[in-house]
C-alpha cells in the first residue's frame, strides 16, 4: 500500500505540472460508480448560475479488495486531473485523490459528507474497530485530510463530525445537503394530505382493507451490519404473530403491509423478499410508518414527519463492535425504540388503533428531528451552490447572495 500511495503523489505531482491554471469547479463523488444525486443536484444549481463557473463532476468507489482498487485505478487519474485543475473541489465522502496528494495552494475543497447525521460512529471513530481500517493504514491514505470546510447540519452533531473527521470547530458550515430539499418537499406533500385525510400518507390507488382503508405502509429500513444479517425475520414474526392473535390487543388490529427497503447484501438472501425498486427517499413519501435503527432513516424519516418506531435488538453488541455516538434510548423518540420485535409491533397496533387520530407523538418526532437538522428543509441547493460560488470568486464579481 505504501507504492501504490507513493505512486498516487508521483501522479499528482506529474499532472498538477500541466495544471498551472486552477479555475472551475470539481465534483467528486465517492458513493458509488454514479455521482450521487446530491452532486448531480448541486451541479445543476452551479451550472445555472450566472456566469457560472465550468463544473466537472466525476464519480467511483475505491472498495478494500485488489481487485477493486485496480479497477479504480482508472477513475482515480480522472480524478487527479480534475481536482488539480480545479479552484474548489467538493466531496461527499473520503476520496484518495484529494486527502493524499500534497493539496495545491489557493485551493478550496469542501467536505459535504453524504449523510446528514451520525446516529453510528464512522470514518475516524472507528478506526481499529471491526468496521474499520487499522491506524496504520489510516495514515497511511491520510484519511480526510485537506479539507477547508465540512458540512455540518446541526450543533448538536457537530462534536461527532470533529472526531470523524479530525478538525477543529472552525472547520464547520452550518449547510443542508440537496437531499434535506427533496425530504422539505415529500413532507409538504405528506402534511397537505394528512389535513385532507387523515394519517394516511398517499393516495396510492391500492385496494382498501375490510374497514374501508387500505392496510398502513410499514418500510422497515434498517443499517447494514459487517458480518452479520440483519433481523428481518424475527420483525416479520412479530407482525405474523400480532395479526394472527387480534384478541391480545382487546380488539381486531389495524392492517399493516410490511415493506423490507434491505441493504443490497441483505436483500440477496434466497429467503428474504425485498424491495428493490423504489428508492428509499420515495418511500418517505408513501409510507405510514417507519421502522430503522442506527441509520441516518431515523433522522431522514422524522424530518420527512413519518412516525418512525427504532428496532435496535443488536444494540449492546454494535456498541462494542462499532460504537454509536447516539442512543435512541436517550432521545426524544426513546419510547419508541425497542430490543424486543413483538413489543415494538405491540406498541404501533396500540399507537395506531384510531387510524384517523394515531395516539403517536409527532411531537417528540419533530422534537428529534429539530435537534439533528437545524437547517431549513428547502433552498439548502440553492445556498451551497452560493457559498462554492463564493468560494471561486473570492475576491470579485459575480457576488451570489441567496436569502
Same mark, same amino acid.
Given at each position: ?101 500534497? @493539496?495545491?495552494?489557493?485551493? @478550496? ?93 398517499? !393516495? !396510492?390507488?391500492?385496494?382498501? !382493507? ?124 426513546? @419510547? ?34 429539530? @435537534? ?32
Amino acid at each position: 500500500m505504501k507504492a501504490a500511495v507513493a505512486m498516487l503523489r508521483g501522479a499528482a505531482a506529474f499532472i498538477g505540472v500541466f495544471a498551472w491554471r486552477r479555475k472551475g469547479v470539481a465534483l467528486i463523488s465517492c458513493q458509488g460508480d454514479e455521482p450521487s444525486q446530491d452532486i448531480l443536484d448541486l451541479a445543476a444549481a452551479l451550472r445555472g448560475m450566472p456566469q457560472a463557473p465550468r463544473v466537472r463532476v466525476l464519480a467511483g468507489k475505491m472498495d478494500r479488495s485488489a481487485g477493486g482498487a485496480f479497477r479504480f485505478a482508472g477513475k482515480m487519474l480522472s480524478m487527479l486531473r480534475a481536482a488539480a485543475g480545479a479552484r474548489v473541489v467538493v466531496v461527499d465522502a473520503y476520496c484518495p485523490a484529494v486527502s493524499i496528494p500534497e @493539496k495545491r495552494p489557493g485551493q @478550496k475543497v469542501v467536505q459535504i459528507w453524504h449523510a446528514p447525521e451520525a446516529i453510528k460512529k464512522f470514518s475516524l471513530q472507528i478506526v481499529d474497530t471491526e468496521a474499520g481500517y487499522s491506524s496504520h493504514v489510516a495514515e497511511l491514505l491520510c484519511m480526510h485530510r485537506g479539507y477547508d470546510y465540512i458540512l455540518c447540519p446541526s450543533d448538536a452533531t457537530r462534536p461527532f463530525f470533529e472526531e470523524a473527521f479530525g478538525y477543529a470547530e472552525e472547520a464547520f458550515v452550518k449547510h443542508g445537503l440537496p437531499s434535506l430539499d427533496r425530504i422539505g418537499a415529500l413532507r409538504a406533500g405528506r402534511d397537505a394530505f394528512k389535513n385532507r385525510k387523515g394519517v394516511r400518507a398517499a !393516495d !396510492d390507488g391500492r385496494p382498501c !382493507d375490510g374497514d374501508g382503508g387500505r392496510p398502513l405502509t410499514v418500510v422497515y429500513a434498517p443499517t447494514f451490519r459487517d458480518g452479520t444479517w440483519v433481523d428481518a425475520e424475527g420483525l416479520v414474526r412479530a407482525f405474523e404473530r400480532a395479526a394472527a392473535e387480534p384478541n391480545a390487543f382487546g380488539e381486531v388490529p389495524p392492517a399493516f403491509e410490511l415493506v423490507l427497503k434491505l441493504h443490497p447484501l441483505d436483500a440477496a438472501r434466497p429467503e428474504i423478499v425485498a424491495d428493490t425498486e423504489t428508492l428509499l427517499i420515495e418511500w418517505y413519501a408513501k409510507a405510514d410508518i417507519v421502522i430503522t435503527d442506527y441509520s441516518g432513516v431515523a433522522v431522514e424519516a422524522a424530518a420527512a414527519g413519518v412516525a418512525s418506531y427504532y428496532y435496535v435488538y443488536d444494540i449492546n453488541n454494535y456498541k462494542m463492535r462499532r460504537g454509536l455516538n447516539v442512543d435512541l434510548h436517550d432521545e426524544a423518540v426513546g @419510547k419508541y425504540a425497542f430490543i424486543d420485535a413483538d413489543e415494538l409491533v405491540a406498541q404501533m397496533m396500540q399507537d395506531f388503533a384510531d387510524v384517523a387520530a394515531p395516539a403517536y407523538d409527532y411531537e417528540a418526532l419533530e422534537a428529534f428531528a429539530s @435537534k439533528y437538522l437545524e437547517v431549513p428543509l428547502e433552498g439548502n441547493t440553492q445556498r451551497l451552490a452560493a457559498f462554492i460560488a463564493r468560494l471561486h470568486h473570492p475576491h470579485g464579481q459575480p457576488q451570489y447572495v441567496v436569502e
